[in-house]
């Protein structure tokens, strides 16, 4: 059976993609009317499934054009890899469950340049035993950078998992570490 194209009737919201260079290599930023919904490197193995998913989850098509939130993540990434910009104002339109939502907002709050283990952060989340259920929700953010998850590392102070690539968050730890 052949697969229908949806029509305009089927799709209710548009997410629009734009592509960053930047030190570590290109990035796809994606950003719907209410914010940026994912900001992802591109060789990532998983990056397909990711825009299938986001696609699912906001009823959309993806189409290759700037807005708003894309333009001003632009600026604000630029600033960060010059080493002005240490927070984050572009809006995020983020989406997962409630748990998932409370891990990012942990991750949001770790200071620039600084890091905490994944202990720590179900310590923060006050459900000391959920450091496997926080790593698995650092795993499903779909905002690199922004939503700062390379800032978790392993609690004797190894470098642990990160989707972009281990090299490339010791890459970022080294840099905020440096612009303080």
């Not at 900001?39 to 299938?52: D, V």
């Not at 200071?111 to 035993?129: F, H, R, V």
């Not at 499903?140 to 998992?161: D, F, Q």
Request: hydrophobic residues 35%.
């Amino acid at each position: 059976m052949k697969k229908q194209l949806p029509t305009k009737t089927d799709i209710k919201n548009i997410i629009n993609i734009t592509q960053f260079m930047t030190p570590l290599g290109s990035m796809s930023g994606c950003a719907t009317s209410n914010g940026v919904c994912l900001f992802e490197f591109t060789n990532c193995k998983i990056h397909e499934t990711e825009f299938n998913d986001i696609c699912k989850r906001f009823n959309a098509v993806i189409l290759p054009e700037e807005n708003n939130h894309l333009r001003q993540l632009e600026q604000e990434i630029s600033e960060y890899f010059n080493g002005n910009r240490k927070i984050f104002t572009v809006p995020l339109d983020t989406y997962g469950t409630e748990f998932q939502k409370g891990v990012w907002n942990i991750l949001k709050k770790i200071p620039y340049g600084e890091t905490i283990s994944y202990q720590q952060q179900a310590i923060n989340l006050n459900n000391p035993k959920a450091v496997r259920a926080a790593a698995s929700a650092n795993k499903r953010n779909r905002i690199a950078i922004i939503i700062p998850c390379h800032r978790v590392i392993g609690k004797n102070g190894t470098l642990t998992g990160y989707g972009g690539g281990l090299e490339r968050k010791k890459w970022l730890i080294d840099f905020e570490q440096k612009n303080l």
